[in-house]
């Protein structure tokens, strides 16, 4: 088992394998196991710190498992949200609320059609590796012990309402429930990658190096031929060496804010086409509040341990919602002398997230500095269609025991019926909304024209033989469920496909 | 064209809020980029960790459960922690979004900040913002408000409230 931090790595050192992968989040993870179990040496590099660094709060987690620490993108279309992509020995995993859908069949047919006909990824042919996957992350519905009255207050609701839904799947075989799964679970419960797919590929021989950030790709006689990195101390950032890895095969696993940003860092951009950081997706999503006359108590429960969906709404995906103290504070809009007034009343509060596939795209590249540059704009649907899932959301909250609904919606106020909250709604415009995401991908796309895509069906860049992507950067299109199953299932899809 | 946010940004904020042209916003306009930590601080300067403190007795004023007041929960000291953790890029743009809230109200208060404004003024100031209907002034004190919100509810005094409710956090 070979997981080393930045005091393994001082000064300049230099490895040889036959993989090396940028990224160890769900993507680089599932690359790295498939590799690692085919006999190949890898060596997975990963910016983040080697060992998770948790505490219940924004400014420690942006600080240490956030990538961009945080990134916040003033849309060009008016508005503003962050986008969320995990940082660390597990990536995304470790902060994400572990839920794991499966890729709808519409959208992987979709993806057949983007790949000319490939159905390599068609859903018939994913299905034995979900299988596989979600046996190895152990994901399992939401149980009753854990599911906590916020999320059932969303099942009754959608019942009550005749509208499809239940408990998540999650990977979660040890969640007691606390809900702080997007700060880090505190308890081990969750079954991030830095617990299975890594220390699977470690026990093959893969070594992951924390703390260490790649700002080089090798490129010689046309090919990829290593990466070259800096390694720093996880709480300073102070350099503390230089790292080299050469190898046969170059992944870039760094999720579909970090990989582009690295292209366009390391120079590539010009190479590999025009779609480096192109046609990102980030499923933006907004929030309904409901408050309730008994006890609910958010954080008592599975995060995000409930769904629904409204057939007249596709695309459109609410799910429950925890938030700590500090942004619910901040959502009920209370100043002053009746600020306080927050603090009991956070225990009945029930909450549900609206997440929507969006039609809306954006952009990543680098700044001088290395830091990444990211752009959105939204699309008019997209407006219309969140709007519609929070009145829907309202109308599941009311049914399954709230007493009022609001949102964090500027000048929506607080309302005792889906009416009247459908008709404050209704005239508000994309820069009230206080809008979030946290699934940014398809900014390095899969396809069979170079012309709009970076990688072709094997993974493999158009423009530069020996450099591969795996990781939500590739999907070709928006999703509309959360990426992390899928995103390691087409990582060890493009992978197994390399070592046969 | 899209961007992050930026100086521009921030001063066509400015300049949408109605205290455009103020002499004191405009005169203090170029000594914001980047003035040195205050004696004990480790980012702030002693303005800008003024300013939050200001703002966080503004926000969570004394009396009431629990008794606390933001300012008396020191959340200037964290925010000062907040920003010395972050980039370079990303404190000064914060810092810059501090001196911006801390001059606005200098054209309708006699050229006062908002550091130097009684309680009353500073509530009502700060409700303002919350609600404005500029969104880039509204999220700018948004965004404020929940970085501090995040030591608020983690201060010892704060905690013996949240702490029931959570199982692996806040306390417990």
Known sequence: MTLRDWQAARGDTEHDVDVVIVGSGPGGAATARVFAEAGASVMVLEEGPARPNFRPNFAHTNRYHMQEGGAMVAASSGGMMPIAAGRGVGGGSLVNSAICFRTPDHVLDGWVDRLAGDRRYAPERLAPVFDEIEALIQVETTPDAVAGENNRIVVRGAQALGLPGGMVRRNTPGCNGCGICNFGCPVGGKASVDRNLLPMAMARGAIVQGDAKVDTILVDDDRARGVVGTVHHPDTREPIGRLTVRAAKVFVCAGGIGTPRLLHHAGLAPRLGPAVGEHLHVHPGNAVLGICDHPVRMWSGATQGAYFEDPALPGVLPHTLTAPPAALMVVLGKVGHEAKSMLPLMERLCGCVVMISDKGHGSVSARGSGRAHIGYRFDPSDVDRIKAGMIRTAEVLLAGGASQVLGPVHGLGTHRSVDSFAAAIADRTITDFNLYASHPMGSCRMGADPADSVVGPTGEAHGLPGLYLADSSVFPTSLGVNPQLTTMTMATAIARGLTR | ?172
């Open chain 2, 1 to 172: 064209m899209t961007r992050r946010i930026t100086r521009r940004h921030v001063l066509a904020a400015m300049g949408d809020v109605p205290v455009v042209g103020a002499l004191g916003a405009g005169a203090t306009a170029w000594q914001w980029w980047d003035r040195p930590p205050g004696d004990g601080l480790l980012s702030l300067s002693s303005d800008e960790h003024a300013f939050v403190q200001a703002l966080a007795e503004a926000w969570l004023p004394p009396g009431g459960e629990p008794a606390i007041s933001g300012a008396e929960a020191r959340l200037g000291d964290f925010f000062d922690d907040v920003v010395a953790a972050m980039s370079d890029e990303q404190a000064v743009e914060l810092k810059l979004l501090l001196q911006l809230l801390d001059d606005l109200p200098r054209a309708t208060h006699w050229g006062r900040p908002f550091r130097a404004l009684e309680l009353e003024a500073r509530i009502a100031q700060l409700d303002g913002w919350v609600h404005h209907d500029q969104w880039l002034l509204r999220n700018a004190a948004v965004a404020v408000l929940a970085l501090i919100g995040g030591g608020y509810t983690t201060h010892p005094d704060v905690l013996p409230m949240l702490s029931p409710w959570f199982k692996c956090a806040y306390g417990r």
